[in-house]
């Protein structure tokens, strides 16, 4: 307990990993870049296949379902439901990968 290896402030207690709890302006620029990017690639397969005159259903489907990133409120770009949440949503930068998957609607 006392000494040279008494334990470091952190491992007292209390969170280890500080995430704030607000996004900051650059995180989400980079966020809505990654939406950009992803509706880019649905835009490129898409016009690829129709100059193959190919369909393919998950292509579809996303376009019915998902919304551009033009499309999205900010509240959905930047939050995602969570029924823990004090208002049943949380910043999506607390959700493990979130820079890895695809959080639309």
């Known amino acids: 307990m006392f000494g040279a290896l008494r334990p470091s402030q952190p491992l007292f207690g209390g969170l280890l990993w500080k ?17 950009r990017r992803v509706d880019r690639i649905v835009d490129c397969l898409e016009n690829a296949l129709a ?3 190919t369909k393919i ?5 996303w376009r019915a379902e998902m919304p551009t990133e ?20 949380k910043g ?3 959700v493990p990968k979130w820079t890895r998957v695809s959080q639309r609607v």
């Open 51 to 53: 100059k193959t005159g």
């Open 19 to 35: 995430i704030p709890w607000r996004m900051s302006t650059p995180q989400k620029y980079r966020q809505r870049q990654r939406l």
């Open 92 to 94: 999506i930068h607390k």
């Open 70 to 89: 033009a499309e999205m409120e900010p509240k959905d770009k930047y939050t995602i439901f969570d029924r823990n949440a004090r208002k049943y949503r």
């Open 57 to 61: 259903a998950a292509i579809d489907r």
